[in-house]
Structure formats: structure tokens, C-alpha cells
């Protein structure tokens, strides 16, 4: 597989390696780094052409909540729910408060 960096990264095995670096890869690595938006795939060039290189693929957005409680902070739930009254022994994660504030 032949990839291009997008943007600068480090690995153990090459060290830092730039944005429009050219490297051909094992597939497994080169999959890892394209779900991570580290590089892009490229095609293999012809003689006399030029490097083509693919859009990174889009990822759906989730859908927002409807309560809009997935898109606070955790500073701003923390203080939502002791204003709603609601205690909790030790400090809970933030998918726990939010499920403490839906079943307010």
C-alpha cells in the first residue's frame, strides 16, 4: 500500500515522519493510519504522471441529543446535577451523570 502523510507524526520504528511524506506500508499499518487521518492512500503512479491522492472519506456525525446534555462539558453537568439536587458518593464519569440528569 502506498500512503501520504496528511499531517506530521512519530513512530517507534521510523521516528518522525512529514506531512507529504510518501511511504509504501504493509496494509494493516497503512489501514490503522488512514482510520486515524494520519495519511491518505495514494495510487501507485504511472511514468510521467503526477501523484493522485483521495479525499479522506467522511464520517457520518452522530445526531445530537435531543436534551443537548452529550454536548456539555463535564464542568457544566457536574454543576447541572447538583443544582438538580442529585448526589453522588464519589466523583462519577461523565456518561453516568449524564444518565443521573435523563433520569431526573
Known amino acids: 500500500m502506498r500512503i501520504k502523510f496528511i499531517r506530521k507524526t512519530y513512530t517507534a520504528e521510523l521516528g518522525f515522519l ?12 497503512g489501514s490503522r493510519w488512514i482510520n486515524k487521518r494520519i ?19 467522511k464520517v457520518p456525525k ?12 463535564y464542568s457544566q453537568l457536574l ?7 442529585i448526589e453522588f458518593k464519589k466523583r462519577p464519569k461523565k456518561a453516568e451523570l449524564i444518565e443521573l440528569l435523563r433520569g431526573v
Open 18 to 29: 512529514n506531512a507529504d511524506e510518501i511511504m509504501d506500508i504493509d496494509d494493516k499499518t
Open 39 to 57: 495519511a491518505v492512500e495514494i495510487d501507485v503512479p504511472v511514468k510521467n504522471s503526477k501523484v493522485s491522492v483521495e479525499a479522506p472519506k
Open 62 to 73: 452522530e445526531e445530537t441529543s435531543v436534551d443537548g446534555l452529550d454536548e456539555m462539558t
Open 79 to 85: 454543576m447541572l446535577a447538583k443544582n438538580n439536587g
